[in-house]
């Protein structure tokens, strides 16, 4: 299925399923009761997670960075939703949602931010920097728009072995002014290597408005020189994410390259817990959680549709809320690691 080259989502069907119009006029994805729910749940526990994630480390038991996901949720389910065994993930250090997506245990997520032993890079990676092969993921960096130069990375890799996988590189507004965010895409597109570049933007870098900070604010269109579709998605709806990354799946997997998929988002909290986001109104930021909030709007769905009663979402609620209240537990109680860790997973 071919993708327009343009700034906003083609209004074709996405798949045999009919599909409305997303905020932005693109299509959305006619999820039924499953995929509604499975979307809330999966939504909820990142949301959960990282309030509970705020509140530790408010009491000291997470230290360093910590850059919180939450009003982003529906970017990331959205995209796992639609993709497959094999596929990797690779993002930026608000890479908290993305772990919890891709099915990593929020035990082992928490345990890592708590610098625990059981984390999944042992207490030694914290917020920024896990990793679980297992699950394709590719970590949390640090470093702004490295991510996307390691995504090509997996993605040549993907060419290299003649599978069917694709690589998923997310990355922010602020990154997309990188230099080696543009070798990338010379690279991905010279070599029309599977990979999808998604760009949350989710108006702020650091504390700067997009507006003040860069001179083409339309992402989808960063690849254009280089021959590299774009699409703009309106990233606060689950639906709308799957349709896209539905058509951009296919568009990799079919061998014609990569593409840009810009997912218009927004973050309620500041950049990181050391962020007051004074840049901004409260009002700005109350508008956006009474209008477009993601999760909000599967449940008003689901109510709507008679799919689900308010006891229904409050159960679903209350087993997302244990397996976080359990997810803490556990990583405090979990011994720091032993300080031989401090030269094992070293390369000379």
């Not at 928490?110 to 914290?126: D, F």
């Not at 728009?145 to 995504?151: D, R």
């Not at 774009?230 to 593409?259: F, N, T, Y």
Request: glycine share 10%; aromatic share 8%.
């Amino acid at each position: 299925m071919a993708l327009r080259k343009t700034a906003t989502v083609s209004s074709r069907k996405t798949s045999a399923k009919s599909a409305a119009k997303a905020s932005n006029g693109g299509p959305i994805a006619d999820f039924d009761r499953e995929e509604e729910l499975k979307a809330y749940r999966e939504m909820l526990l990142i949301r959960r997670f990282e309030e509970k994630a705020g509140q530790l480390y408010g009491m000291g038991f997470i230290g360093g960075f910590c850059h919180l996901y939450i009003g982003q949720e529906a970017v990331v389910v959205g995209m796992q939703m639609a993709q497959k065994e094999g596929d990797q993930v690779i993002t930026a250090y608000r890479d908290h949602g993305h772990m919890l997506a891709t099915g990593m245990e929020a035990r082992g997520v928490m345990a890592e931010l708590t610098g625990r032993r059981s984390g999944y890079s042992r207490g030694k990676g914290g917020s920024m920097h896990m990793f679980s092969k297992e699950k394709h993921f590719y970590g949390g960096h640090g470093i702004v728009g490295a991510q996307v130069s390691l995504g090509t990375g997996l993605a040549f890799a993907n060419r290299y072995r003649g599978n069917d996988s694709v690589a998923v590189a997310y990355f922010g507004d602020g990154a997309a002014n990188q230099g080696q965010v543009y070798e990338s895409f010379n690279m991905a597109a010279l070599w029309k290597l599977p990979i999808i570049y998604i760009v949350e933007n989710n108006r702020y870098a650091m504390g700067t408005s997009t507006a003040r900070a860069t001179a083409q604010s339309n992402y989808s269109l960063r690849g254009s020189g280089f021959g590299i579709p774009g699409v703009q998605v309106d990233g606060m709806d689950v639906r709308a994410v799957k349709a896209a990354a539905d058509e951009a799946l296919e568009h990799c997997r079919s061998g014609k390259g990569p593409i840009i998929l810009e997912m218009l988002t927004y973050r309620y909290r500041g950049h990181s817990m050391s962020d007051p986001a004074k840049y901004r109104t409260k009002e700005e930021v109350q508008k956006m959680r009474s209008e477009q909030d993601p999760i909000e709007q599967v449940r008003l769905r689901v109510m709507e549709k008679g799919w689900a009663t308010e006891e229904d979402l409050k159960a679903i609620d209350k087993e997302v809320r244990d397996i976080v209240a359990d997810s803490a537990d556990f990583a405090q109680a979990d011994p720091e690691p032993d300080v031989s860790e401090l030269y094992t997973d070293i390369l000379l």
